[in-house]
C-alpha cells in the first residue's frame, strides 16, 4: 500500500512540470551565467525568466528577487546584511533587532548569533494561540531598532501573524521589517505591492520545487550589505556562480504555484478541517493546538493526551504515515518544541504534539487511513504494548 505522506510543511514532493523545466540546464545547458557567449547568456536568460516568475508570485519587480541557496540563507542574509549595513552608517544608532519567540531557527540562531555588544536583540513574545504580542512588540521596538523580523506563519502550528499591524509598528519607529513567508507562499495571496515589508524569504523546496535554493524579496532602496563576498552576482548582494537548474525550478514552481494557489488551498483546508475533526472525533483526547486562530490551509498542530509524540511519529511511520513532531531543522532535538513552549502549553502536552502538514496530492482517502492509523497507534501505545521500535526516525534538514 502507497505510503501517506503528510510532512510537506518539511518538504514537498518535486513538481513533475518543474523537474521537465530543469533537465535541460542538468546536462546540455551546462554555461555559467556570467560568461559573455552563447552557453552563458543562454544561462543567463534562463535565470531572469525565472526571477520573473519569482516576482510575480508575490508581486514584486524582477530586480528585488535575490536568489540564494536556501530560505534559511535568505533569512540570514535578510537580518545580517541589514544589521551589517546599520552598522556602516555614519551616525551607527539603529542597530538593533526586534523578532519574536516563535522563528524558524533561522531567525533564532541568526539572531543569538549576533555580537551583543553591538546588537541588542529583543524576542517578542506570543499567546496562547500562538499570535505575536503586539504589545509586547511595541515595547520592544525603539528609534534604535534596524529591523523587525516576524515570520509570515508559523511553520509549527501554521499560524499565520498580524504581518499588517507588525509593519505599522516597525514603520512608526523608522525600522526595516523582514518576514520569513516560506510557509505561507504558495498558500495564501502575497503582494509586496500591498504589504509593506522590505525584506521577504522565500524557500523552493516548500512549494514543489528544488532543494537548495530559496529567494530573499528587497524591495528597492533597501540599505542591505552582502553577507557572502565573491564576484558580482546578484547586483552585488549574494556572490557564487548561480545554481541555474535550481533556480529555473524555483521559477517553474513559483509559476505552477500561482496558477494553482486559490484552488489547492481551499480542497486543502477543507481536507485539514476533516483530519481534525475525525481526530477530535475518535475520543482519544486529541486536541487541535492552533484550530481557533487565522492560520494557513496545509497545517495543523495535534496532541494526545498521555502518549509521547516521538513514540507516535514512530508508530505512524511503520504504519505507513509520514508526519513530525516538529520543525524538520530540530528533528532529533532532545530539547521540547520552543514554539509550543512560548504558547505556555505545558510540558506534557508539549511532547505529546504531532504536526501533520498537507499538500496538493493529499487525498480523502489518505486523511481516512491517517485517522485509522492513530486511532491504532494511540491504542496501543496507551496500552504498553505493540508500540514502536527502538528505531528512530532520520533526522530532516
Known sequence: MRRVYLDHAATTPLDSGVLEAMMPYLTGEFGNPSSVHGFGQRARGAIDEARARVAALIGARDSEIVFTGSGTEA????????LRGAM?????????????????HAVLNSAKGLDRARHRVTFARVDELGRLDLKDLAAAVSENTALVSVMFANNETGVLQPIDEVIRIARAKGAYVHTDAVQAVGKVPIDTRRLDVDLLTLSAHKIHGPKG????FVRGGTKMNAIIRGGSQERNRRA??????????????????????AGDADRIARLRDQLETKLVATGRGAVVVNGAGPRICATTNVSFEGVSGEDLLIA????GIAVSTGAACAAGSPEPSHVLKAMNFPRERVNSAIRFSLGRDTTEEEI????????????????GGGGPSTRRPEAGV
Open 88 to 104: 556602516l552608517e555614519p551616525d551607527a544608532e539603529r542597530t538593533d533587532l526586534v523578532t519574536s519567540s516563535i522563528e524558524h
Open 240 to 261: 557564487g556562480t548561480e545554481n541555474v537548474a535550481g533556480i529555473v525550478g524555483m521559477g517553474k514552481a513559483a509559476e505552477i504555484a500561482l496558477s494553482r494557489l
Open 368 to 383: 481516512e487511513r491517517t485517522v485509522d492509523a492513530v486511532t491504532t497507534a494511540v491504542e496501543q501505545l496507551r496500552r
Open 213 to 216: 535554493v530559496g529567494a530573499l
Open 316 to 319: 505512524l511511520d511503520l504504519a
Open 75 to 82: 533569512d540570514n542574509l535578510a537580518i545580517g546584511g541589514v
